[in-house]
């Protein structure tokens, strides 16, 4: 898809198959979801406030 002035308007649902990345719990708001980044940001409320499970 070829798109000018800013990206697609596309809701992106985050998930990571079994088995890839760690998984991760939100101090803020409980939040749990697994993650491959280095520094992952909770995707429910955008805290960085995490605990790695």
Sequence with gaps: MC?????PDVEI?????EGEGRAYRCSECGYRFSSMSRHPICPSCQSE???QV
């Design 13 to 17: 649902e985050e998930k990571v198959k």
């Design 49 to 51: 406030e995490i605990d």
């Design 3 to 7: 798109s000018t002035g800013g990206g």
